[in-house]
């Protein structure tokens, strides 16, 4: 009789982990869907302060949001109209990038066949650039999609900063929550919308002053690398590096090796100034999730929600470690995945070797 607590406790835990693979594959086969709910988050987090800011002179609930709205929708147009062009571009210029690629190349063959290096049957014209004017070109015909999928995401992100100033009352009301796993519940909330805003501003300084050097420096589709390096700095420890490799490649088919070697420099300074310092500066204390914990959160977001997910893989694991400390029965996960301190508002143990900085809950 004594184990049988023991026993049901055990039979819950394995229905309950056997309810979440359900549910991760539900998640994956709907994650169109979810990939708009997930985004319109994001960006409901971060209009949501403007929105209070307008509200707090005076402005209307009802004009703050579509003031914000409108402006958002315009600057996201803006970047679509850039990133257009620039994959235009791209298309157009294809074939003189095959001529500088084939050059670049016969120059290298050159080099190692100075050292004694063989090449063996390989030649500069063996690789083609074709298949890559396919891939922009089915981008681009897709670009009526990818407006829809933008309409989706304005219309979901308008109606979640309507409801976001009810939710902490309603949140309040779920069961089971108690007064310590509410403010638990809400100090990682303002932690989770500061780490979101401090995140999109550091990017966007990123991406703003990298673009702006590809476009000084003469690299075709500077814009269009800016942006990109906007999006995928979001992606911890490989975004900047995914990032920076094809303007390295086309510094190299416009301007040689000393053209890559001059982006090269410019990431590493950037990456210097921008992620330490600036940083630091909108960061006043460090909050660390373990490396190990980031890295497994790209793989999972990505593979249910493809780029995307990999994009706001550490927003959607902050999301999953708030409902896991509301409850009583699994809040020892996030004592076991060394995040535990995130809810307490105590300092990690230790701040080395550690890997995602976030703002203090304000």
Same mark, same amino acid.
């Given at each position: 009789?004594?184990?049988?607590?023991?026993?049901?406790?055990?039979?819950?835990?394995?229905?309950?982990?056997?309810?979440?693979?359900?549910?991760?594959?539900?998640?994956?086969?709907?994650?169109?869907?979810?990939?708009?709910?997930? &985004? !319109? *988050?994001?960006?409901?987090? +971060?209009?949501?302060?403007?929105?209070?800011?307008?509200?707090?002179?005076? %402005?209307? #609930? =009802?004009?703050?949001?579509?003031?914000?709205?409108?402006?958002?929708?315009?600057?996201?147009?803006?970047?679509?109209?850039?990133?257009?062009?620039?994959?235009?571009?791209?298309?157009?210029?294809?074939?003189?990038?095959?001529?500088?690629?084939?050059?670049?190349?016969?120059?290298?063959?050159?080099?190692?066949?100075?050292?004694?290096?063989?090449?063996?049957?390989?030649?500069?014209?063996?690789?083609?650039?074709?298949?890559?004017?396919?891939?922009?070109?089915?981008?681009? &015909? !897709? *670009?009526?999609?990818?407006? +829809?999928?933008?309409?989706?995401?304005?219309?979901?992100?308008?109606?979640? %900063?309507? #409801? =976001?100033?009810?939710?902490?009352?309603?949140?309040?009301?779920?069961?089971?929550?108690?007064?310590?796993?509410?403010?638990?519940?809400?100090?990682?909330?303002?932690?989770?919308?500061?780490?979101?805003?401090?995140?999109?501003?550091?990017?966007?300084?990123?991406?703003?002053?990298?673009?702006?050097?590809?476009?000084?420096?003469?690299?075709?589709?500077?814009?269009?690398?800016?942006?990109?390096?906007?999006?995928?700095?979001?992606?911890?420890?490989?975004?900047?590096?995914?990032?920076? *490799?094809?303007?390295?490649? +086309?510094?190299?088919?416009?301007?040689?090796?000393?053209?890559?070697?001059?982006?090269?420099? =410019?990431?590493?300074?950037?990456?210097?100034?921008?992620?330490?310092?600036?940083?630091?500066?909108?960061?006043?204390?460090?909050?660390?999730?373990?490396?190990?914990?980031?890295?497994?959160?790209?793989?999972?977001?990505?593979?249910?929600?493809?780029?995307?997910?990999?994009?706001?893989?550490?927003?959607?694991?902050?999301?999953?470690?708030?409902?896991?400390?509301?409850?009583?029965?699994?809040?020892?996960?996030?004592?076991?995945?060394?995040?535990?301190?995130?809810?307490?508002?105590?300092?990690?143990?230790?701040?080395?070797?550690?890997?995602?900085?976030?703002?203090?809950?304000?």
């Amino acid at each position: 009789m004594a184990e049988s607590p023991v026993l049901s406790r055990s039979a819950s835990t394995v229905l309950l982990l056997t309810a979440v693979v359900f549910l991760i594959i539900g998640v994956r086969s709907v994650s169109y869907i979810v990939t708009i709910i997930v &985004v !319109s *988050l994001i960006l409901a987090m +971060l209009a949501y302060p403007a929105t209070k800011a307008l509200q707090s002179r005076g %402005l209307p #609930e =009802a004009a703050a949001v579509g003031l914000v709205g409108v402006i958002a929708c315009l600057a996201v147009l803006l970047v679509c109209y850039l990133v257009f062009l620039s994959f235009e571009g791209l298309i157009s210029s294809l074939p003189l990038y095959q001529q500088a690629l084939t050059a670049r190349l016969a120059e290298a063959l050159a080099v190692l066949d100075r050292f004694g290096i063989s090449t063996g049957s390989f030649s500069p014209g063996s690789i083609n650039l074709q298949p890559v004017a396919g891939f922009l070109s089915s981008f681009a &015909v !897709s *670009l009526a999609d990818v407006l +829809l999928y933008l309409f989706f995401i304005a219309v979901t992100t308008i109606f979640m %900063l309507f #409801e =976001a100033p009810r939710m902490p009352g309603r949140i309040r009301k779920v069961a089971g929550i108690g007064p310590v796993n509410l403010e638990a519940f809400s100090r990682m909330s303002r932690f989770l919308i500061d780490f979101v805003i401090v995140r999109t501003e550091v990017n966007f300084v990123h991406g703003f002053i990298f673009g702006a050097f590809l476009w000084v420096m003469g690299v075709h589709s500077a814009a269009l690398w800016g942006v990109l390096t906007f999006l995928l700095s979001y992606i911890p420890y490989i975004g900047l590096i995914i990032a920076a *490799l094809p303007a390295i490649f +086309l510094a190299w088919l416009q301007f040689g090796i000393w053209g890559a070697v001059a982006v090269v420099a =410019a990431v590493v300074v950037l990456n210097a100034v921008v992620e330490n310092p600036i940083f630091a500066h909108f960061a006043s204390r460090r909050f660390d999730i373990p490396a190990l914990v980031v890295v497994l959160s790209v793989i999972f977001w990505g593979w249910i929600l493809g780029v995307a997910g990999m994009i706001f893989a550490v927003p959607l694991t902050l999301i999953v470690l708030m409902l896991v400390q509301s409850s009583e029965d699994w809040a020892w996960v996030n004592t076991i995945l060394g995040v535990d301190h995130l809810f307490s508002g105590e300092r990690a143990p230790s701040t080395e070797g550690r890997g995602v900085e976030a703002p203090p809950a304000r």
